[in-house]
């Protein structure tokens, strides 16, 4: 016990005195949640738009107002020809153009039936069907309070609900993700980095001519992981809350526990990456490339599961980001207990213990 | 208590490191492997130290089998890799209170055994190792491969890259080592410090040349050896060359170390010849062989 102790005291010691990696350790989850937070999101706010108004009445200048004075966009400028609309657009001041026809207001009210046109720049399709979508229902919107006094004989009406995220806050999303990612970085990286160096120095020789028992080394190279990636996993869970105010419906305990559980499998996978690689920068470039990208594309953190091809949706299934994605999210957003995610949980657990076998097995007392 | 290996051979791939090597270390001795880089030696050490499986022969360390009592070997073995393998990011201190713990001892406990060697860097104890001089990385290595009182200690080229005079002071300390009872075998491409060792074994190409005392291996030079000098070195060795009678010739320091191929050789001969080579202040005095003359005509 007292070598394990010694040995985790020496892990310690590395860790601190690398500044750098220190950094990477404890700045890179506030940068990434900040980042996803606040920067890249899917939300549209104050989007720059133009209008050509043919007509120039009462009823468009209501329409208008309306969209002005919502929080989604803000009317850049005026067109008055159409032949203007394509060179709005090419010099990239607005993302939309609404256009209404002539006469619009007579038309309605003659034929009751007026058209607008929203033209939309699909450079990024995913904003302009946002932005499409979000005009359509303030048209509705208007539509239904010139409509209230009429009854129409048969209507079906939509009661729309979001549950868990109402107001659609895309750090919901990020912030399960981004925890997820960290926590494999550090985990995975950081230990199968912390193994090679030992052995890219030589002293991995001099460990293995001692008395220290494999399995003590690597848990001797591992502990110090967990704490630090514990460390990591309460930091990104207190930034989201107080910053983000990203609720914790479930219990805190439980998402502990699972965070354990996932940084435990991400070190296994780390020490299992340690074993087939030499050098530190052989380390890196596995856990970043097998590791990162496997988990921002496979694992449901931006890219949904079910709206991909069959085969990528087999692979995604041993991915373990996965499956802790989706306990985050059970947890932290619908607020449940174990007895609905206890599926999640036990493939987690197997993936650990078929990691850590591996890399029992794997691991060589000598140098061949 | 000493190292016996009978039959060992190691290949990697397409190459043969070593080939059916046996050689006995008895105990308590100051045993030298001299051989020159890419010998066989660090691979034989890492067999040793049972790091590597030989792919014939066995070996036996302190009585135990390198490869069934690996674990019992590794406790009781001191080993200091070629290559500087102590963390650098760690103080001298740091470093060598952690091999202590590892281990199972600490520094006080055996600290009459490293005192020697260690007093000389204890100045120094809150440095950290990577900014030690290449003579105190050795004793901060050497304090390391000790801590725990192995009964053989492995050293491989420990004084590469190390000046003269700290490779002058490293000798003395392996010799008081010795004499508190401990098994050294210490490997060297540096044949001035084979003169140092009880006894040594030449290697080269994965074979043993010669195993025997420094003194003896002297004796068994099989020629008369003669240093020869004149005002133009490269000249010189050249002209050697060229002379029709010669078996070999190689610079050594100042000198050229000269034999004769012919057994009634007579130097005022070589004289002659060299004065037609227009070569001047041309001296030729018998000398003794040394090691390295043995190693380079064994390795003929």
């Not at chain 1, 991400?266 to 990208?293: E, F, H, K, R, V």
């Not at chain 1, 306990?327 to 607020?335: D, F, N, P, S, W």
């Not at chain 2, 060229?242 to 610079?251: A, G, K």
Request: net charge neutral; with cysteine; charged share 20%.
């Amino acid at each position: 016990m007292k070598r394990f102790i010694g040995f985790i005291k020496k892990e310690f010691y590395h860790i601190f005195r690398d500044r750098r990696s220190l950094f990477i350790l404890f700045g890179m989850p506030i940068a990434q949640i900040l980042l996803f937070g606040f920067a890249i999101t899917n939300e549209i706010n104050n989007v720059d738009i133009a209008i050509l108004d043919h007509s120039k009445d009462t009823t468009t200048e209501e329409i208008i107002n309306k969209i002005a004075a919502s929080k989604y966009f803000s009317i850049k400028q005026m067109v008055t020809r159409e032949a203007d609309i394509a060179s709005v657009f090419q010099k990239g001041q607005v993302k939309a153009v609404l256009n209404f026809e002539k006469d619009f207001s007579k038309n309605l009210i003659k034929d009751h039936k007026a058209t607008i046109q929203i033209i939309t720049d699909a450079t990024d399709p995913n904003t302009a069907n946002t932005i499409t979508n979000y005009i359509s229902a303030i048209l509705q919107q208007y539509q239904k309070e010139l409509n209230k006094d009429i009854t129409i004989a048969y209507q079906i009406i939509p009661q729309t609900r979001m549950v868990y995220n109402p107001e659609l806050k895309s750090v919901y999303m990020f912030v399960p993700g981004v925890m997820t990612i960290i926590l494999m970085l550090v985990s995975a990286m950081m230990t199968s980095i912390s193994i090679t160096r030992e052995k890219e120095l030589g002293t991995m020789e001099i460990l293995l001519v001692s008395p220290l028992k494999p399995f003590q080394v690597i848990i001797g190279k591992v502990f110090p992981y967990i704490f630090l990636s514990i460390i990591n996993a309460v930091v990104i869970v207190m930034l989201s809350i107080f910053i983000f105010n990203m609720p914790v419906q479930g219990s805190l305990f439980l998402l502990g526990l699972e965070s354990v559980l996932f940084i435990i499998t991400s070190l296994a996978l780390g020490i299992l990456i340690s074993t087939i690689s030499a050098t530190q920068q052989t380390a890196m470039m596995i856990s970043l490339m097998g590791l990162m990208l496997p988990v921002i594309l496979l694992s449901g953190f931006i890219f949904p599961i079910s709206s991909m091809p069959m085969p990528l949706q087999i692979i995604s299934n041993i991915i373990p980001a996965k499956w802790f994605i989706i306990i985050l999210k059970a947890i932290m957003l619908k607020g449940v207990g174990l007895q609905f995610i206890w599926k999640e949980t036990l493939i987690l657990l197997g993936m650990t213990v078929f990691f850590i076998a591996l890399s029992v097995k794997k691991y060589k007392i000598r140098l061949e | 208590m000493g190292i016996s290996i009978s039959n060992i051979s190691k290949s990697y791939k397409n190459v043969k490191a070593l080939q059916d090597i046996s050689f006995d270390v008895k105990p308590n001795e100051l045993f030298g492997l001299i051989g020159p880089d890419g010998a066989g030696k660090t691979t034989l050490f890492r067999i040793l130290t049972t790091l590597l499986f030989p792919d014939e022969g066995t070996a036996t360390v302190a009585g135990f089998n390198v490869v069934g009592d690996y674990k019992e070997i590794r406790k009781n073995v001191g080993y200091m890799p070629g290559k500087f393998s102590l963390y650098q990011d760690l103080t001298v201190e740091e470093n060598l209170n952690f091999f202590a713990t590892i281990f199972g001892t600490t520094i006080d406990e055996n600290y009459d055994l490293i005192k020697d060697i260690y007093v000389q860097i204890e100045p120094f104890k809150d440095r950290r190792a990577g900014k030690l001089s290449g003579g105190m990385k050795q004793k901060l290595a050497l304090s390391c491969a000790l801590i725990h009182k192995p009964k053989v200690l492995f050293l491989d080229e420990p004084t590469t890259g190390v000046d003269p005079v700290s490779r002058k002071e490293f000798w003395e300390m392996l010799k008081r080592l010795q004499q508190k009872g401990i098994t050294i075998l210490v490997s060297t491409p540096y044949m001035d410090e084979a003169a140092l060792c009880d006894r040594v074994a030449l290697i080269q190409d994965g074979k043993i040349l010669e195993i025997d005392t420094p003194e003896a291996i002297v004796k068994h030079y099989p020629k008369p050896i003669y240093n020869v000098r004149a005002n133009n070195m490269y000249q010189l060795i050249i002209s050697l060359k060229d002379y029709e009678f010669n078996h070999s010739v190689y610079p050594f320091g100042e000198f050229v170390h000269y034999t004769d191929s012919r057994t009634d050789f007579n130097p005022k001969e070589l004289r002659h010849y060299l004065e037609t080579k227009n070569l001047s202040d041309i001296e030729i005095q018998e000398t003794e062989a040394t090691i390295e003359d043995t190693f380079m005509e064994l390795a003929k």
